[in-house]
């Protein structure tokens, strides 16, 4: 998240305040398989739940590079919402 933030230029700025809706979808995709995932897996553990979260990224990275794949350019982009709003 702190590379992200560094990357959209943010400081104390809410990151998804600042994301397309590509990159709140994808995010939002994560959050919601990592859920799935843990209340299947049942973790118990901290490691075991690291475990999990990483599968719930996982299944959002596959899903963005196959839109990448489609559309032939990166979903992340540096603009936050200063920068998207004038794009309107």
Known sequence: M????????LKKENLRDNMTNL???LNMLAEASTTVISKKQ????????KIV???GGYAAKKARV???????????????AKQLRLKK
Do not use: F, H, M
């Open 66 to 80: 196959e839109v990448e794949k489609q559309i032939g350019e990166s979903i992340i982009t540096s603009k936050n």
């Open 23 to 25: 990159e709140l979808v």
């Open 42 to 49: 049942k973790p118990k553990s901290l490691d075991e739940n």
């Open 2 to 9: 702190k590379d992200y933030k560094k990357l959209k230029g």
């Open 53 to 55: 979260a990483r599968k």
